[in-house]
Structures are given as structure tokens and as C-alpha cells.
């Protein structure tokens, strides 16, 4: 897999991820498009069967994905930041990964960073 090539070429000699190695890659703007297309996926119309897995492998990469462009939280407060403000757009609608992780993976339960509920009831 692309991502997995352009992580495992950007390691540091301490085995961490260089983040900049990995945003400077060769691969990392053909990588770049292919994520962009994502944002044309209609998650909502996928049968049931296939959401929960869709929603937890997009979640996976999309981090990883943040992580390179962004940089990697080393604070709590960086990682509380990261999860509400950094967003992604998928069929039509934008997402923050808080959004995303209680929203979709937890069955839009209240995020316990702020006792809300990601989407209201007439949300998808």
C-alpha cells in the first residue's frame, strides 16, 4: 500500500515517523490525490453491512494521513485540539475526527470531551 511504503521510508533513526521525511516523499502527492478522491465517497447510501468498516479504515487513514500533513500531538491539549479542529470532507459534509469517532464509530453517542452528541436527529 502507498501510505504504508512512504511510513515505513520515513522512519527516524529513534523508529518514530518523520513527519516532514514522509510529507517530502516522492509518492506522498500521488498519495496526496488519491485521498482527495475520497471526499466524492458517499458513505451514507454504502449498505449497512459495509459502513462500519469503511468508517473505521477511512478513520485509520485519515489520521495517519493528518498526522504526516499536520504533525503528530505530543500534548493532551494538542490532541484535544487536533480532534475537534482538524477536519475532512466526505460526500458532501465535513467531519472533525471527534465527529467521526462518536458520531459514526460510537453510534453518535456523547463525546465525553464535552457531554455533546456529534449530529442532531435529522443528521443522515
Known amino acids: 500500500c502507498q501510505l504504508r511504503k512512504i511510513e515505513l521510508e520515513s522512519i527516524s533513526e529513534h523508529g518514530l515517523?518523520?513527519?516532514?521525511?514522509?510529507?517530502?516523499?516522492?509518492d506522498f502527492?500521488?498519495?496526496e490525490e488519491y485521498v482527495c478522491q475520497l471526499q466524492s465517497s458517499e458513505f451514507v447510501t454504502l449498505p449497512p453491512p459495509e459502513k462500519l468498516p469503511f468508517a473505521l479504515n477511512l478513520?485509520?487513514?485519515?489520521?495517519r494521513f493528518a498526522h504526516i500533513k499536520i504533525g503528530i500531538p505530543?500534548?493532551?491539549?494538542?490532541l484535544l485540539h487536533f480532534m475537534e479542529k482538524v477536519q475532512f470532507?466526505?460526500?458532501?459534509?465535513?467531519?472533525s475526527f471527534s465527529d467521526w469517532i462518536n458520531g459514526v464509530l460510537r453510534g453518535n453517542a456523547k463525546s465525553p470531551i464535552n457531554g455533546k452528541?456529534?449530529?442532531?436527529?435529522n443528521d443522515f
Open 89 to 95: 470532507a466526505l460526500g458532501g459534509h465535513i467531519f
Open 59 to 63: 478513520y485509520n487513514l485519515m489520521i
Open 117 to 121: 452528541v456529534a449530529f442532531g436527529s
Open 29 to 31: 502527492p500521488e498519495f
Open 74 to 78: 505530543l500534548k493532551e491539549t494538542d
Open 17 to 26: 515517523l518523520d513527519c516532514t521525511k514522509a510529507l517530502q516523499h516522492q
